[in-house]
């Protein structure tokens, strides 16, 4: 009897660990969808960054912007409709963060993209880029570099972008500033003329 109990426990505890094992989930794609807006949407697609115009849920047709490595992944990415002159534009924005780091010096860079679209002709009417540096340096003091400090500093390249609610733009440094208004005839910005 009691040989009897220990195999049918036996046959228990083997029936446990031989049975099924749950299936593991499959692992997810990186997400390459950064925005969307109306029936457009930013996103990677077999290395191509590009605004995908969709009808009825299904990709019609693609503007693309540019081509990307795998390792792509903007931050902040907006695509934001607006009306300039009676005429409906898109504004893709997003930022790419880069690092440069050697033994003396460490340059964090964030670069800000603007690109402004036209659907119906599929054309880039604008693109702004802009570039911001913070750079910290270790500089010697003395030939023999026994005597060194820490050096901070900021460096901005490229114009600020600002799109204003009637459709205009505005493209400043710190020394000049830019109104631009968009020609429908010419299909572009021009610099707006003082009154």
Request: glycine share 4%; net charge positive; hydrophobic share 35%.
């Amino acid at each position: 009897m009691k040989k009897i109990f220990f195999l049918v426990v036996l046959s228990l505890i083997g029936y446990n660990s031989f049975g099924q094992k749950k299936k593991s989930a499959p692992k997810a794609k990186p997400l390459t969808v950064f925005a969307k807006v109306d029936n457009l949407v930013a996103e990677v697609k077999n290395g191509t960054f590009q605004i995908t115009i969709n009808e009825n849920g299904t990709p019609k047709d693609a503007i693309e912007v540019k081509t990307v490595e795998t390792k792509f992944a903007p931050t902040d990415c907006k695509l934001t409709p607006f009306k300039a002159n009676g005429t409906q534009l898109y504004l893709l924005s997003w930022t790419e963060s880069t690092q440069t780091k050697t033994d003396l010096k460490t340059e964090d860079a964030a670069t800000i993209y603007s690109n402004i679209y036209e659907l119906t002709s599929k054309k880039l009417i604008l693109s702004n880029k802009q570039v911001s540096s913070h750079i910290v340096e270790k500089v010697f003091l003395d030939k023999l570099k026994n005597a060194s400090e820490t050096q901070e500093r900021k460096h901005s390249e490229g114009l600020e972008f600002k799109l204003n609610p009637d459709g205009s733009i505005i493209q400043k440094t710190k020394t000049q500033e830019n109104k631009l208004v968009y020609d429908v005839a010419k299909m572009q910005y021009v610099i707006s003329k003082k009154k």
